[in-house]
């Protein structure tokens, strides 16, 4: 190898690194600036009607959100399901309402698997210095860096009926949303001008009165099961913050406020 070309080397290797970079920047703009189409658009409000409610300019900035999602993202059906473009649309809109005004995105996931309906998962219990194996029907998963798994059937319902409280795509992308501070426990990367101590006061109230209330078997507007820890807790609150958006702010307010400033979004405003 001649001197001149070991020399020059480093300098076509960065050039190649900036103009990759560049590369990825300018498609990514581009992404975030696109539309669906008109059939597209069609098929997301069929399927998930939510988006009909949000604010025109929220509503321009889910679809590029969607968009760049749909290149990042593979979709792996599994026991046979054959996974379609609705799928993958329905899902989409579903996950990208949590970011849709966020600067934070979903940087390390690369793949969503999808069963036709719940799927068996083993987990290990503990009892009397044994561990005992046991598998559980689960609706989804979801994995610090990826990958989400879904229910489809789950995943379906979730977004057709945007008022029941329930949604297992938004749980599992809350989940997401909560590892990208590094740990999976409640406290995600708060906005500027969010502060822990105001994010922990109103999420710690808001989680021991859920606890308060399961415990003594009464009715609670956050699903039961964000009783369990504080990271349910976070993603079942969210999925309410969404669904159930003026109760969430009617009852919770200190905790809706948090939300709120979090996703910068008002859902309990939206027609």
């Not at 109760?247 to 979090?262: C, H, S």
Request: net charge negative; proline share 5%.
């Amino acid at each position: 190898m001649t001197p001149w070309i070991i020399l020059a080397l480093p300098l076509l290797v960065a050039a190649f690194l900036l103009y990759r970079r560049y590369s990825k920047q300018r498609k990514r703009k581009a992404l975030l600036a696109s539309s669906l189409t008109t059939q597209q658009r069609a098929v997301v409000e069929k399927l998930v009607p939510l988006v009909r409610r949000l604010p025109p300019q929220v509503r321009s900035a889910l679809e590029g959100k969607m968009n760049l999602f749909l290149d990042q993202i593979t979709f792996r059906g599994q026991n046979g399901l054959e996974v379609t473009e609705e799928m993958e649309l329905s899902i989409a809109a579903q996950a990208c309402l949590l970011v849709v005004n966020s600067p934070v995105w979903y940087d390390t996931l690369r793949n969503v698997l999808l069963y036709p309906s719940a799927f068996l998962t083993n987990r290990d219990t503990h009892g009397d210095g044994v561990v005992y194996e046991n598998q559980h029907a689960t609706l989804g998963e979801s994995w610090a860096r990826g990958p989400v798994i879904l229910s489809w059937d789950h995943a379906l319902q979730g977004g057709l009926d945007a008022q029941d409280g329930h949604n297992v795509v938004i749980h599992e992308f809350a989940h997401q949303l909560d590892s990208l501070s590094g740990h999976t426990n409640g406290i995600p990367l708060l906005r500027k001008g969010q502060t822990y101590a105001g994010w922990e006061r109103a999420m710690l109230d808001a989680y021991q009165d859920q606890v308060q209330r399961v415990q003594n078997g009464e009715r609670t507007l956050i699903d039961p099961y964000g009783a369990s820890n504080h990271q349910e807790f976070f993603a079942e609150a969210i999925v309410t913050f969404f669904e159930r958006p003026r109760e969430l702010r009617d009852q919770v307010p200190a905790l809706y406020d948090q939300l709120a400033t979090l996703l910068a979004l008002d859902p309990a405003g939206w027609d």
